[in-house]
């Protein structure tokens, strides 16, 4: 097949396409059986989607007479989709360290948040912070999630709880989504905790009556494209009405549903989630057996986020039950200043070990089932032809090391790929190609 295309990946010892037949997602059943493919090639073409998936020798044949703009041996090395964070917190100012002390001797997190600390401790940051600081410090964040593999990340607002502040957040999210090589969905989560002088009942109010009908003026206008509605359902922040109230709020101008919920204390918040069509809900650590029922039947994810359950020492998510019972698993990160990890490696070893999941069902939750909980399993979390090149090529021959070096994916990856264009390159395979 003549032509010039963007980049052959060629000879994969391993080569895991997680889907083969255009899947949604995978459940337990599916994601005991991941598609992979050995001694085998992708094509990417110049306008960044994959073009031609198979056996070397095929796609040698097929493509005989085309030229790349760059070629990629991978003999003996392993090629994976993209990996993809499901919930993230990136763009504040005002790390927290201190707290990680206060939390080992004791503290709970609501102790910490009643005393000034926790979330209003980074909204006074952040809402000191000048938009160029917080995009600078986000824009690192942000390569330092993609030199561990992700190459499309959910990133939520939350940290201003005004008006102002929220859209000085969402502003620095869109400007990353237009500046840089990495997929975003961006999420409004002005909800994510009551501001200090007011009741959750007129916060609620001003979200729906304020915040919102701005945010549908500037989507209409092309200013800041919002793709998902939060709020942080729980005991002494948002209760059930409340965060009812605003999801559907946010659901009626046209933004997915996808909620913080049952974390801390049974909120029944996964029974209202899925009433409501919500995409996804995150944490899930308390949710009720009718709760993964519900998400079950209504095809709701379950973003479940082992560092988190980790850091604050709380009880795991019955990933094992959810699965059991049909439920979409996807995984995140939870990077912000109480959970400081960036790394999707380290969140699927994380699963594996603390949440009884096999390696094959973390990465597909760390993949299709991410995307799917991003409303994205159409072009991304598989190596399938027309959807998006997004590739992570590991210098090993089994590709379940990634899973398995935990904190060692810093040495392990190769190549991150974006649209087919190398976005990080490893020290020890050269310098990055420009384009």
């Known amino acids: 097949m003549a032509g010039r295309y963007r980049l052959l990946v060629e000879n994969a010892q391993e080569l895991v396409l997680v889907c083969s037949r255009g899947e949604e997602y995978l459940g337990q059943e599916g994601a005991a059986s991941l598609a992979v493919l050995r001694d085998a090639s992708v094509v990417v073409g110049r306008d960044g989607c994959i073009e031609a998936v198979g056996q070397a020798d095929v796609i040698r044949n097929q493509f005989a007479g085309a030229t790349f703009e760059r070629i990629i041996d991978c003999t003996g090395k392993c090629v994976l989709p993209g990996l993809v964070d499901a919930h993230t917190h990136p763009v504040w100012a005002g790390d927290r360290v201190h707290e990680f002390a206060m939390k080992l001797a004791g503290a709970s997190y609501m102790e910490i948040h009643q005393a ?122 948002f209760d059930l009405e409340s965060t009812r109230k605003i999801l559907q709020a946010g659901k009626d101008i046209g933004l997915q549903i996808n909620f913080h919920g049952d974390e801390l204390h049974p909120m029944k918040s996964a029974e209202l989630g899925a009433e409501l069509g919500a995409r996804a809900i995150s944490h899930l650590e308390e949710v009720s057996d009718e709760g993964i029922t519900a998400m079950a039947r209504a095809k709701c994810a379950a973003v479940l986020l082992p560092t988190t359950a980790y850091m604050l020492r709380l009880k795991q998510p019955q990933a094992r039950k959810m699965l059991e019972e049909g439920v979409i698993v996807a995984l995140g990160s939870d990077f912000n200043p109480n959970a400081y990890c960036f790394s999707m490696p380290m969140v699927m070893h994380l699963a594996c070990v603390n949440m009884k999941m096999s390696m094959n069902e973390a990465l597909a939750a760390a993949s299709i089932n991410a995307a799917y909980a991003l409303g994205k399993s159409d072009t991304h979390g598989s190596i399938e032809t027309g959807k998006q090149g997004d590739l992570v090529i590991i210098n090993s021959s089994r590709w379940e090391h990634l899973i398995y070096q935990f904190g060692g994916h810093e040495a392990l990856i190769d190549y991150v790929i974006v649209k087919g264009k190398v976005v990080y390159q490893n020290e020890r395979c050269g310098t990055t190609s420009s384009y």
């Open 116 to 237: 000034g600390g926790g979330i209003h401790f980074t909204v006074e940051h952040t809402r000191k912070a000048t938009e160029e600081e917080l995009f600078n410090t986000f824009k690192h964040r942000l390569e330092r999630m993609r030199k561990a593999g992700s190459t499309l990340v959910e990133c939520k607002s939350g940290y201003g709880l005004e008006l102002e502040t929220e859209l000085k957040m969402l502003r620095v999210i869109e400007r990353a989504k237009q500046s840089m090589d990495i997929g975003i969905s961006s999420t409004y989560c002005g909800a994510h905790s009551v501001p200090k002088g007011k009741t959750a009942a007129e916060a609620t109010d001003d979200i729906i009556n304020n915040h919102l009908p701005k945010l549908k003026e500037l989507k209409l206008s092309g200013e800041i494209h919002v793709n998902n509605i939060d709020v942080f359902c729980e005991k002494g922040v």
